[in-house]
């Protein structure tokens, strides 16, 4: 049966990733390899290889799911690593919102019935900029370039949509497809 590897995420506000973008000049020329400023984004729900017969009822459940939630304020702060400073993979700028952890839990909640786990690790708002190449920057000396960078505020957007993404593996990085777009509630206040 054909598959298609997707997620559900949010994309980051165009001048707010290209604020964030200011730091590829601090983290070494080549040694990151930067996600392109639009592909850059929150993933509320990772799915993994769905078969493509599976993709209408995950629709059906996210839009009953997002039904009636309201659009949410994030603000792009900070910077980090994944796994750590000795050993950097990923890294990743933090979002920061009270109603993210709220929203993504729709979306676990709506899944999980059909047969999408829960993350085993804990939600953590951010969205990946860039990978390691080369880690010419890594254990102190990449702990005191993020501290520079700790409490460093890139923006603030408000997340007015949540979008189910296909997402194809190329070399030159992964392109991302809207599947579907679910648009949220105006706030109120």
Do not use: C
């Amino acid at each position: 049966m054909p598959t298609l590897r997707a997620f559900v995420g949010v994309p980051v506000d165009k001048a707010v990733a290209a604020r964030i973008y200011a730091v590829r000049t601090a983290f070494g020329d080549g040694a990151v390899r930067w996600i392109p400023a639009e592909n850059l984004h929150l993933t509320l729900k990772f799915l993994g290889n769905v078969e493509e017969a599976q993709v209408a009822s995950i629709r059906s459940v996210l839009r009953e799911a997002l039904a009636g939630a309201v659009a949410v304020p994030v603000t792009a702060a900070g910077l980090g690593v994944f796994p750590d400073a000795r050993r950097p993979r990923v890294l990743w700028v933090g979002l920061a919102g009270r109603e993210l952890a709220r929203l993504a839990g729709r979306v676990e909640g709506a899944l999980k019935p059909l047969g999408f786990e829960k993350a085993a690790t804990a939600f953590r708002p951010h969205a990946t900029i860039g990978r390691w190449r080369r880690p010419e920057l890594r254990g102190k000396d990449l702990r005191e370039e993020l501290a520079r960078w700790r409490d460093r505020e890139f923006g603030t957007f408000r997340i007015d949509e949540v979008t189910l993404f296909r997402s194809v593996l190329q070399p030159a990085g992964a392109v991302y497809t809207a599947l579907e777009v679910f648009p949220l509630e105006p706030a109120t206040h």
